[in-house]
């Protein structure tokens, strides 16, 4: 009798075993399922396969010639390079000048200027065609460099500037008459702070209010408090959105160790909101609304433009919908759903993402504009996920501080731009914001495509992505071409043009036609020029031939041993 119960015993030991491993196993399924197919999808393959990236560039020859053109393309390719390098020196020589005193010294220079185009490429055009990276001024909608030359700025300062650089001097003027008094104590609140919260937990929707002092900041306390109330480990983010660059949301290339409490999940995906409703350990999901321009793509630049596959579409009600299907689902399983509006953030609208598509969030992070352009990071959050601590637990918290936190100059500037939101010059600004922005492209496309130019816009609002429609390995040079025609771009070249809302019709004008006259400088040269062969797959094909070349090349074989 004994040994039945016993056998009995184990045999349903083996079968719970067994139902746990296929528990375990449809689990994985769904995971893994709900990934996106490319490398962005699969963080830890994008990391060892980068890892695998060999380096080696073209010489002087190959560098004209990467596509092989006839002599006749490659002669005007060399001869226009001459040209716009010699341009670069003889307009830009004091910005030139300062920006390589100093490049040895400032480590974010020398990534930037090594990363600007692809790294085949990327030395020659170091040597011979350098970026500088001082300015002396702003005014309107345009910068100049130390040389005086003026720049319509598309650059937007990574976001920041969404009113026009004017607007952000007279909040920061106006800030330190206000503050002045107080000055620089820190630990106490001035009195803004009191009306700063009030402002934004109206515009926000929220109950209560945090600030740091940087978007990245702002995204880390919302996961942890994220963990700390539902009491689960992971964040969910979505394939190609970008964070900020801490460990938990970069879990790919740029982080050294991967990140084990990080799902990557295909965004717009039934697969995905699968995923969200069946495991227990999803404590939030993090969501950039700047996705809706480019959905698991990752935040274009020209450093990895080495064919013109690069695509971008804007589908509001499409995006809307899925907002929709991921609140329910996060709102059905107890997940803080977290709107990353770091970036957006007051240009969509003034309430944001979540007036912007309808869709309400359990935490928002703010950044950038926010602070009247000064560093800055604000949560706004529903009160039950705000709270740092447990009523019946006190030794259990959720600890964030920060030295220069509620800063009383950067409050202040803050109060500015807040203030400044409820003025009818800029409440004019956002009426048919969309409309505005989406005819400007428009006309654009058009005189391109009726000029015959290989290259179109995409925009979310005021926000645009540059792409190709033809086949070529030479498309990143069309940042030199902009820059040369009075166009101030961010180091990531035409993967982003960000404009300030208070760009004229007259001003932008100036821009589509300096835009359209580069466009034409670039295809007179040579750069486009049109290999009938030509495609996007044979051109990554190339490259991959070339990779796989020079691991087996006999120089690389004896360094390596050596």
Same mark, same amino acid.
């Given at each position: ?23 375990? $196993?449809?689990?994985?399924?769904? =995971? ?6 490319? =490398?962005?999808?699969?963080?830890? !393959?994008?990391?060892? #396969?980068?890892?695998? %990236?060999p ?22 390719r ?27 010294l400032?480590s ?8 600007? #185009? ?34 319509y ?6 976001? #920041? ?31 803004? $702070? ?7 937990? +109206? ?20 996961v ?12 969910? @983010? ?34 995905s ?6 495991? +227990?350990? !999803? ?41 929709? @299907?991921?609140?329910a689902?996060?709102t059905? +399983?107890?997940?803080?759903l977290?709107?990353?509006e770091?970036? #957006? ?23 950038k ?12 959050? +529903? ?6 601590y ?10 964030? @501080? ?16 807040? @203030? ?16 505005l ?9 058009q ?12 925009n ?16 990143w ?14 180091? %990531?070249?035409?993967g ?9 019709d007259?001003?932008?004008a ?20 049109e290999?009938? =062969? ?13 990779? !796989?070349?020079?691991?087996l ?10």
């Open positions: 009798m004994e040994l039945a119960t016993t056998t009995a015993a184990l045999y349903s030991m083996g079968a719970l075993a067994v139902a746990a491993s296929a528990v375990g $196993v449809k689990s994985r399924l769904e =995971l893994s399922k709900a990934k996106h197919a490319s =490398l962005g999808g699969h963080p830890r !393959i994008a990391r060892r #396969v980068a890892a695998l %990236v380096f080696y560039e073209y010489d002087e020859a190959r560098f004209f010639n990467a596509d092989g053109a006839p002599d006749a393309v490659v002669a005007q060399r001869a226009d390079f001459t040209r716009l390098a010699d341009l670069y020196r003889t307009q830009y020589p004091r910005t030139l000048e300062l920006t390589a005193e100093v490049t040895d400032i974010d220079l020398q990534f930037t200027a090594s990363y600007r #185009v692809p790294f085949q490429f990327s030395r020659f055009v170091r040597d011979h065609l350098p970026i500088g990276a001082f300015l002396e001024s702003s005014s309107g909608v345009t910068t100049t460099d130390l040389d005086g030359n003026a720049f700025d598309l650059t937007g300062s990574y976001g #920041v500037n969404l009113f026009g650089y004017d607007f952000y001097k007279e909040c920061i003027d106006r800030a330190q008459e206000r503050v002045r008094a107080l000055g620089p104590v820190l630990g106490f609140y001035h009195p803004v $702070v009191a009306d700063n919260v009030r402002r934004l937990a +109206r515009l926000s929707g929220m109950d209560e209010v945090s600030f740091h002092m940087s978007g990245t900041e702002a995204v880390m306390q919302a942890r408090l994220a963990r700390f109330h539902t009491k689960r480990s992971h964040l969910v @983010r979505f394939c190609g959105a970008y964070h900020g660059w801490w460990g938990d949301v970069q879990p790919g290339v740029g982080n050294p160790l991967p990140a084990d409490e990080t799902y990557t999940l295909k965004e717009m995906s039934e697969d909101l699968r995923v969200l409703r069946n495991r +227990r350990d !999803i404590a939030c999901v993090l969501v950039n609304p700047l996705q809706a321009l480019h959905p698991n793509g990752s935040a274009p630049g020209d450093s990895t433009l080495l064919d013109s596959a690069r695509r971008a579409h804007f589908d509001k009600a499409a995006y809307a919908d899925w907002l929709k @299907r991921l609140r689902v996060c059905e +399983r107890g997940i803080v977290i709107f990353d770091v970036f #957006v953030g007051f240009r969509l609208a003034l309430g944001g993402a979540q007036e912007y598509f309808g869709v309400a969030a359990d935490i928002v992070t703010y950044g504009s926010l602070g009247g352009g000064l560093p800055v990071g604000a949560v706004c959050g +529903r009160a039950h996920l705000m709270k740092r447990r009523e019946d637990r006190p030794a259990d918290i959720c600890f964030a @501080r920060g030295t220069f936190n509620s800063h009383p100059y950067v409050m202040a500037a803050m109060n500015e731009f807040l @203030r400044r939101l409820e003025k009818p010059a800029i409440l004019a600004l956002y009426r048919d914001l969309d409309e922005w989406d005819r400007r492209a428009e006309r654009l496309n005189r391109l495509r009726d000029a015959g130019l290989p290259v179109q816009v995409a979310l609002s005021s926000i645009w992505l540059v792409y190709y429609t033809r086949p070529s390995a030479y498309n040079m069309f940042q030199y071409y902009l820059r040369a025609e009075g166009l101030a771009l961010s180091w %990531v070249g035409t982003r043009l960000i404009f300030s809302l208070n760009y004229t007259a001003d932008f100036a821009v589509a036609d300096r835009f359209v006259a580069a466009a034409e400088a670039m295809q007179q040269s040579g750069w486009w020029w290999n009938p =062969l030509a495609t996007n797959k044979n051109i990554k094909r190339r490259v991959l031939r070339e990779m !796989i070349a020079h691991w090349s006999p120089s690389r074989t004896r360094r390596a041993s050596a």
